[in-house]
């Protein structure tokens, strides 16, 4: 749907509160709702889609819309990043020719017109303190609304803005439909669950009503399994490890296999006729048993009976025999794990990429590169070599701003053989007519990956985000990537390239933010 304008302001803050900007925002919403003109404001239009859908309803918006208008009450608000965004790739529209008549207007509160970001500082301007800034803003749209339809008369204008109030009105309209129509088809939903529940109800009380049969039932299937534990336990345990030895006393020997072999202490145990296992041997003048191992026996005594003819007393032997030995069991050792090599680093050379060998991976501590492409490193202020953790909180954090026409080699972080990229070789990257350039993520790291189009090299910016120029706070880790370029932009900027999911550009920035570093071969 195509809107006359788009209203562009930081919501909320860190903490989730709604910023000064936000209702500075819906008051201008309303101002210009009311005068006719069909304003896009996040607010209100992302109640109806959702916000799953954000980054792509906003673009749409942004093609959509003829103005502008950048609200915030500080730089740091204006330079946020869905902010900073929305203005400046509208910027980019109009200086390509794609939006040859919109035009970008600013509303401010609590700042100088001075303290605005530099692109935003030639643009029209008014301050949202003074009584008459909104009429005056609206004045201005007016006008710009006149020379695009070839100069109409006012009455010509505000017919066309009646116009397209009705056209908002019946919009809303239909909206508003849309709303009672889901209400209702929610309440049919809930009647229906309501309806299913007492269903539910109904079954679980006729269970409950049977449930006492159920308990019956249950009760007859345990006395009939207690009934079967007693009826096996009733039944003979067959012996087993015992020697028996019978002769003419029926003496049964049992010795303990735990002992030492000279050390034995023989068991003895009278059997009764009724408990004894009886054996009949054949007649002979020598008669031998020989005991039975058990299984867990090592070592079985095997006793001789020998009767001796004159007073027929009985002679006892007793011998010991192994059991055979245990095999043994050769347990090949495992082998060691592989040790899994490091991911191999080619800063060395480098990747060409449009002309440019730039180093895979990102500048870590002063001299060094971080591990893997996909490794943070360090962030670094413009012209200085102190290193800063892209990770946590910082202290004395500097922010004054420095000094120097362009990166001076004695600040330069890179290692040896390399250097700070200037404006132009970030530029090389951009050139979609060599290089594609994708936001992806490698190995769970999110950030962009440049391709040269004639070789299919390619290289990994990781997004490591930023930290801020005042007070050093990590910001939008994960989701923006900002490199440092050697060239000055002004005494207090410098260019960058700057990247999100949606696009990416090279653009000043404050000397003092804190960036990454990925170097070229000297």
């Known amino acids: 749907m195509e809107h006359d304008v788009f209203i562009s302001f930081k919501n909320s803050d860190e903490s989730g509160r709604k910023t000064i900007d936000s209702e500075i925002a819906k008051k201008l919403y309303d101002f210009l709702t009311k005068k006719g003109l069909r304003v896009f404001f996040s607010d209100v239009e992302l109640e109806f889609i959702g916000k799953a859908q954000y980054s792509r309803v906003i673009d749409e918006a942004l093609d959509a819309s003829r103005f502008l208008i950048a609200v915030g009450s500080s730089y740091k608000n204006l330079d946020s990043e869905w902010v900073y965004y929305e203005w400046n790739s509208f910027l980019n529209d109009i200086r390509s020719g794609r939006k040859p008549n919109a035009e970008v207007f600013v509303l401010f509160s609590g700042m100088k017109v001075t303290e605005l970001p530099r692109a935003l500082r030639q643009q029209q301007a008014f301050n949202a303190d003074e009584k008459d800034s909104y009429e005056r803003l609206y004045g201005f749209i007016k006008n710009a609304l006149g020379k695009r339809d070839g100069g109409k008369t006012n009455s010509s204008i505000d017919d066309v803005l009646a116009k397209k109030a009705k056209e908002e009105q019946e919009r809303l309209e ?66 087993s490890g015992i ?115 730039w180093a895979t991976s990102n500048v870590d501590a002063p001299g060094t590169f971080a591990p893997t492409p996909e490794s943070a490193g360090k962030f670094y202020q413009w012209n200085r070599k102190k290193a800063w953790a892209t990770t946590g909180n910082v202290s004395d954090w500097d922010k004054s701003t420095p000094s120097g026409s362009t990166w001076e080699k004695v600040n330069d972080p890179s290692p040896q053989g390399w250097r700070i990229p200037t404006k132009t070789e970030l530029q090389s990257l951009l050139d979609t007519t060599k290089v594609t350039n994708e936001w992806t993520t490698q190995n769970g790291v999110t950030g962009r990956k440049f391709t040269d189009k004639s070789t299919g090299t390619s290289v990994f910016f990781p997004a490591a985000g930023y930290r801020y120029s005042e007070d050093s706070t990590l910001y939008y880790a994960g989701a923006n990537g900002r490199y440092w370029s050697s060239t000055d932009y002004f005494s207090s900027n410098a260019y960058c390239m700057y990247f999100i999911s949606g696009n990416a550009y090279v653009d000043s920035y404050l000397r003092t933010y804190g960036f990454s570093v990925r170097s070229v071969a000297e």
């Open 243 to 357: 020697n028996i030895v019978i002769n003419e006393d029926t003496v049964i020997s049992k010795f303990d296999n735990n002992v030492d072999t000279n050390e034995q202490e023989q068991k003895t145990i009278i059997l009764t006729q009724e408990e004894q296992e009886v054996s009949t041997l054949p007649t002979s003048q020598k008669q031998e048993t020989t005991t039975i191992p058990t299984p867990k026996e090592k070592e079985v005594p095997i006793v001789s009976t020998t009767p001796t003819p004159k007073n027929n007393t009985t002679k006892t032997e007793t011998t010991t025999l192994s059991t055979p030995q245990k095999q043994e069991t050769a347990i090949n050792p495992t082998p060691k794990e592989q040790e899994t090599p490091k991911t191999p680093t080619t800063n060395a050379k480098g990747v060409l990429i449009n002309g440019v060998r």
């Open 174 to 239: 239909q909206e508003k439909r849309k709303r009672e129509e889901a209400e209702r088809l929610e309440k049919l939903k809930k009647e229906r669950e309501e309806r299913n529940r007492l269903k539910r109800e109904k079954i679980f009380q006729e269970i409950k009503k049977y449930s006492k049969y159920l308990w019956y039932i249950l009760g007859g299937i345990v006395v009939i399994g207690l009934i079967i534990l007693a009826i096996n336990k009733c039944k003979p345990e067959s012996q």
